[in-house]
């Protein structure tokens, strides 16, 4: 069975551009879940889908946006890119069960010059 | 302030060792979660643990939930070096559906 996967593995913005980052989760997974890792610290939750509705944020500003389509891929939008944002972005799924077992896919590493 | 912490943040250790890394909170968690990940890739999910004094184990790895489920720990005996990695744990709060994560510890194993 196919892991989460995401893409593109990296990508490269400049300042002030926006960056769009998917991701597909385990067949059979509705929830989605997007984190930012940057270098030296934990995961920080920026936000859950879940059956195409957006459940919850993190503490990130507005121009960090997503959706999550039909089939349960997603997508993050990040506008206006500040290089503060350069990290891994990681994309994890998990079904509705008792417990909130999630699964990660590899990231996207997203550096903004 | 973080809401779960980890020590020791980085631990460097010689093959054959035994070590043991901790995860604590004041806040109770339904669920725990331990997670190793390696440079460049996503965490792997190792374990969950969700009842107050439960211990598991996977192969040398041993994981244990206190008692109050505000605590946990990841003993490895004999460690090797393919178990060098990144190690987070992760818990859950409620029915909230949302992992918070602890700051990870960066485990070494020379050979």
């Known amino acids: 069975e196919a892991g989460v996967t995401q893409s593109p593995t990296h990508l490269i913005k400049t300042r002030g551009q926006q960056a769009t980052l998917r991701c597909s989760p385990i067949s059979g997974h509705t929830s989605v879940y997007w984190y930012q890792q940057a270098l030296g610290l934990g995961l920080q939750f920026l936000l859950w889908?879940?059956?195409?509705?957006?459940?919850n944020r993190g503490n990130f500003p507005p121009r960090f946006s997503g959706r999550q389509f039909p089939n349960y891929s997603s997508e993050l939008n990040v506008n206006a890119l500040e290089l503060e944002d350069s990290a891994l972005y990681l994309c994890a799924s998990s079904w509705t069960s008792q417990y909130n077992e999630q699964f990660f896919g590899p990231g996207t590493r997203l550096t903004v010059l | 302030t973080q809401l779960l912490e980890q020590s020791p943040q980085f631990l460097s250790i010689q093959e054959g060792e035994n070590l043991t890394v901790y995860c604590n909170s004041s806040s109770v968690f339904s669920s725990l979660q331990w997670y190793r990940q390696e440079p460049g890739e996503g965490p792997v999910l190792l374990v969950t643990?969700?009842?107050?004094?439960e211990v598991k184990k996977l192969k040398r790895l041993t994981f244990q939930f206190g008692d109050a489920r505000k605590d946990s720990s990841l003993h490895i005996t004999a460690a090797q070096p393919g178990d060098t990695g990144l190690y987070l744990c992760?818990?859950?709060?409620?029915?909230?559906?949302?992992?918070?994560f602890g700051s990870g510890t960066q485990l070494t194993v020379l050979p």
């Open positions: 992760a818990g859950e709060r409620g029915s909230a559906r949302q992992l918070t």
């Open positions: 889908y879940d059956e195409g509705e957006e459940r």
């Open positions: 643990v969700v009842t107050g004094g």
